[in-house]
């Protein structure tokens, strides 16, 4: 089973930066792909948004369209309102764009680009692995933890990766087969896999993915995000269910939903743009809980990120 592409331009470069989305998060995945156009105006590599149809977006904003046809090769994966073919559509999008990228560093839609030199990054040596991730925060404090979705599975205990950020080498990919595995677990468990997407590309790439810093996906929990403030982090990525569009307990910082909301202003004015919050401040006790998850959990995180000796360090 193969995939089709229709794309709004030809490629620029052999490396790009991808996200994929549906019309829902399609503000969101923008606004992080202007974030990354305005740090690397000279960029050695192509911007694209992915979707599984055609998306309308704003001619304000400079980027490349791709509409991905994958065939229907999801359908048995267990979709649904959450987990829609466009969470799945990163599996394709290395058989989709081979013609055009050598290098595709894929991008969730809910982060936030504080700077770092992608194009290095895209350019970094995976020692031949079809892929390069950042762990799961599960593992930050506790790298021998065995996750929950892959020990339910029967699969064995291994460093596990959030899926949110990674670097695919496109050849290496094709190669080994990705896609097809990739069918084929999740046919084979649809239903099963606890965190659907993450859960199937940590069962197929088990082994043999390399390990990236994690100024590079910096998964902001309530123990990790007084930690992002001391360190040059690149990626903000919200994992859990506070996002700046969505964040009705004022867990996040208001800097997060003020700078979305700007941006949809001017380039999305028919959406409903995030109106900021108080922040955690405002939350009795919330500063004195964060300081305290943060206190216990110094010593292991300083560890955890002393692993690498730079932002592109790529362990195996």
Known sequence: MRVSVESDRPA????????????????????????????APERDFDIVICADTPLDLPATLDLRRCAIDAGGMFDGFGLDARRTVSTYLRLAVPEALAPDYDRILYLDSDVFLRGGDFGALLRVNLHGRPAAAVRDNQQWRSPGRHPADLRALGLSNGAYFNAGVMLIDVKAWRESGMLDRALSFGARHAGRMQHKDQTLLNA????????????????????????????????????????????????????????????????????TAPVPGAGPMAVPGGARALAWAHFRGAGRTERYFARFANDLTVLT
């Open 12 to 39: 620029r470069h052999r490396h790009a930066v991808v996200f994929c989305c549906d019309d829902n998060y399609l503000p969101y995945a923008a606004f992080a792909a202007a974030q990354l156009a305005a740090l």
């Open 204 to 271: 197929v790439l088990q082994g043999s993915w390399a390990e990236m810093s994690p100024v590079w996906n910096w998964q902001y929990t309530r123990a990790s995000r007084l930690f992002e403030a001391m360190l040059e982090t690149h990626v903000v990525h919200f994992i859990g269910p506070a996002k700046p569009w969505a964040d009705p307990q004022d867990r996040l910082p208001p800097q997060f939903a003020a700078a979305l909301a700007q941006f949809m202003e001017r380039h999305f004015p028919n959406r």
